[in-house]
C-alpha cells in the first residue's frame, strides 16, 4: 500500500513540474565558472560544496539535479534550505532502509530537495516567530521551539535545527541534526503504519472514507475539456483499539452495538456507523492549535463534522500548564483530549490527531461559530500554497481569482464592474494595517449591480443568535461609508431563501472611522434557526455604484454567529 503510494505521489511532481519551474530553474546557474571569495558571496550550492559537513546533501543536489537550482538568484530569487548534515543524511539512509543516497530514485532525491526548501530567505528573528512555512511543493512543515533544547528548533516534530541562518548570497542554510521525511503517506497510510488501530481501519473501510482518506489528488475534465487538479485535505481525529478497549468495544462489532445503545436517533447499525465515522473527519487540514484557536482564555469552538449537521467543540484553556489539558473536546458531554505526542501527525493530505477517548456523536448547547468565509478546500485548492490564510501579515496583497471554486453560486449583474483591481470574487491577502482579519486574509466580490452570489455556512447548532460581519475597509470606500455615490452597498441578504429571514443591509455605512482597517457590524440582531443545519446564505447587490463606480467592492472576512440566550 505505502510503496503504491509512493509511486503516486512522484507521477504527481511530474504533474506539477511546471508549477516548480515558476519558482526555480532547473538549470541555471548564474555563478557557474566564477570564483568566490567569502562565503556570503556564494550561493547555497556552492555554498554547501565549501563545507565537509555537507558532502552528502551535496551529493542528493547534484543526482537530484538540483544543484544548479539552488544556486540561481535571479530575478531576486531566494531560499531557505533546511540543510541535513552528513550524520542526519546516514541516519536517513538507514531510516530509509538504504545504505546510500544512489538507491533512491532521482525523482525521490528531489523531492527530498524540494521538501526541505522554502521559497524567500527567512531570517531567524523572523523565523523563530512563525508556527509554520510553506516549502517548494506546497507542504506545511510545522515550526516548534524545542524548550528542552535551548536554541534548538522542531521541524514536523522530525527534522531538528541545530543552527540557524548561516548566510550565502541567495538565502539562509538552517542546519539539521536530523532530516526531515518527505511526505507520501496519505491520512490514511498514517493510521495503518501506527499498527494501533484496527477497529478504526475496519470502520474506515466498512463506510467507504478508507478511500476517500487515501485519496491525496484527483484530474477530472470541465464542459470545456480543460483539466481540473483537485487536491483532498482532511483531519482525522482517530482512536486506538486500545482506546476503544477502555469503553469496552473490542470489535467494529462492539462499536456498532455500542453506537445502537446510545443512540437516540432510529438509525441503523450501517448508518450509525457511517455517522460516527464521519464525525472523526474534517474537510481540510488543521492542527491541534488551529481546532482550538480563538480570542480569549476558555474559550470554545464549534466544528462541523463530514456527519451531516453533526458538529463537536473544542475548549481552549489559556492558563493550563499541562499540555494535555489545553484543548478539551466536547467539554460537556463525553470529554476527550488529544494525544500531544500523537497528534498533529502530518501527511500528504492532512492530519491525523489521537484521542483519549472514543468521542461518541453529541449535539451540543449553542456555541459562537465563525464562518471564515475562505476556508473552504476549493478555494485552497485554486491559491498558491504559499499565501493561502499566510501564518501573519503579508508584505503586499496577493489577489487569486476564485470564482471557479465550487463553494460559490453567483451571478454578474448585466451591467458588470467598473472596478478593474479586482476579478468577480478573489481571494485577497492582508497586509499589516488589516493584521485584525481572521488568517490575514479576505474574499473580495466585486459582482456589479444585482450581482449575487450564495455559499454553504458551517453547521449551527439549533437557536437564536445575533450575526456579526467583518469587512476591510478602504479608503477607497469612503463613497459607501458616506453615500455619497449610490446606497453605500445596499445588500439584500438571506439564509435558505426564505422570506423570514429576509434583510436589507449596508454594512459600509456603518463603518466608523474614515481609516483602512477592519470592521465589525451586526447584520441581525436576532435570527432563529429551528434545527441543526448548515444553511444556504445569499445576497443580491442593490446599489448602482456597484457597476459605475470604480472604487465599488465588497471585501468580506468572516461572519459570527454568537448565540443569544432565551
Known amino acids: 500500500m505505502i510503496k503504491s503510494r509512493i509511486l503516486l505521489f512522484i507521477s504527481i511532481i511530474c504533474l506539477l513540474s511546471s508549477c516548480d519551474k515558476d519558482v526555480i530553474n532547473w538549470n541555471s546557474d548564474p555563478f557557474k565558472g566564477d570564483s568566490y571569495i567569502s562565503d556570503l558571496k556564494s550561493p547555497i550550492s556552492t555554498f554547501l560544496s565549501e563545507q565537509e559537513d555537507f558532502a552528502e546533501y551535496v551529493k542528493t543536489l547534484r ?37 546510500s543516497l544512489y538507491q533512491l530514485t532521482k525523482d525521490y532525491a528531489r523531492q527530498y530537495v524540494l521538501y526541505h526548501t522554502v521559497k524567500d530567505s527567512i531570517l531567524p528573528d523572523a523565523f523563530i516567530q512563525k508556527k509554520t512555512v510553506t ?21 514536523n ?12 548570497y541567495n538565502g539562509k542554510v538552517y542546519v539539521l541534526s536530523k532530516a526531515m521525511t518527505p511526505l507520501v503517506e496519505t491520512v490514511y497510510d498514517r493510521i495503518v503504519e501506527a499498527g494501533s488501530s484496527k477497529i478504526m481501519l475496519e470502520a474506515l473501510d466498512a463506510t467507504g472514507w478508507a478511500k476517500k482518506l487515501n485519496t491525496m489528488v484527483d484530474t477530472t475534465y470541465n464542459e470545456t475539456n480543460d483539466r481540473v487538479i483537485t487536491y483532498y485535505y482532511y483531519t482525522m481525529l482517530n482512536v486506538t483499539d486500545a482506546t476503544f478497549a477502555k469503553a469496552g468495544i473490542n470489535s467494529l462489532a462492539d462499536l456498532q452495538d455500542k453506537l445502537a445503545s446510545v443512540s437516540q436517533e ?9 455517522q460516527y465515522v464521519g464525525y472523526h473527519i474534517l474537510q481540510n487540514q488543521y492542527t491541534t492549535e488551529q481546532l482550538g484557536a480563538m480570542n480569549g482564555s476558555n474559550a470554545t469552538r464549534i466544528w462541523s463534522s463530514s456527519a451531516q449537521n453533526q458538529v463537536f467543540t473544542v475548549t481552549y484553556d489559556s492558563l ?30 492532512g492530519y491525523v490527531h489521537e484521542l483519549d477517548g472514543w468521542m461518541p456523536v453529541w449535539e451540543p448547547e449553542q456555541t459562537e461559530v465563525l464562518w471564515d468565509l475562505a476556508d473552504y478546500t476549493e478555494i485552497k485548492n485554486i491559491v ?50 488589516m493584521k485584525d482579519a481572521n488568517n490575514y486574509d479576505r474574499l473580495v466580490f466585486n459582482l456589479g449591480y444585482m450581482g449575487q452570489v450564495a455559499m454553504q455556512t458551517p453547521t449551527i447548532v439549533k437557536g437564536k443568535y445575533r450575526v456579526e460581519l467583518s469587512l476591510i475597509y478602504l479608503t477607497g470606500h469612503n463613497f459607501m461609508r458616506q453615500q455619497s455615490d449610490g446606497n453605500g452597498g445596499l445588500l439584500k441578504m438571506t439564509f435558505d431563501d426564505k422570506e423570514e429571514y429576509n434583510l436589507f443591509t449596508a454594512p459600509y455605512t456603518k463603518v466608523t472611522k474614515a481609516l483602512p482597517g477592519v470592521y465589525t457590524t451586526t447584520l441581525y440582531e436576532e435570527i432563529e434557526f429551528p434545527e441543526t443545519a448548515s444553511h444556504r446564505m445569499s445576497f443580491i447587490i442593490l446599489d ?13 472576512d468572516c461572519i459570527r454567529f454568537i448565540p443569544i440566550e432565551n
Open 63 to 99: 543526482y537530484a539535479d538540483m544543484y544548479n537550482a539552488l544556486n540561481q538568484s535571479s530575478s531576486g530569487t531566494s531560499f531557505t534550505a533546511f540543510v541535513p548534515n552528513n550524520e542526519a543524511m546516514r541516519e536517513f539512509y538507514k531510516r530509509r532502509g538504504v545504505d
Open 266 to 274: 432510529s438509525l441503523s447499525k450501517d448508518s450509525l456507523l457511517r
Open 157 to 168: 516534530e522530525e527534522g531538528r535545527v541545530v543552527e540557524m541562518g548561516l548566510s550565502a
Open 135 to 155: 516549502n517548494l511543493k506546497g507542504n506545511t512543515i510545522n515550526i516548534r521551539i524545542d524548550s528542552l533544547n535551548p536554541g534548538q528548533v522542531l521541524l
Open 384 to 433: 498558491d500554497p504559499l499565501y493561502y490564510q499566510p501564518e501573519e501579515p503579508t508584505s503586499t496583497e496577493q489577489r487569486t481569482r476564485v470564482a471557479t471554486a465550487t463553494c460559490f453560486e453567483y451571478v454578474v449583474g448585466e451591467s458588470g464592474s467598473n472596478n478593474r483591481s479586482y476579478s468577480d470574487i478573489d481571494y485577497v491577502t492582508c497586509r499589516n494595517n
Open 544 to 556: 448602482p455604484a456597484a457597476s459605475t463606480n470604480s472604487n465599488f467592492s465588497l471585501q468580506f
Open 320 to 349: 493550563t500548564t499541562n499540555e494535555a489539558d489545553r484543548y478539551v473536546i466536547n467539554v460537556s458531554s463525553d470529554a476527550v483530549r488529544f494525544l500531544p505526542e500523537k497528534s498533529n501527525v502530518l501527511s500528504t493530505n
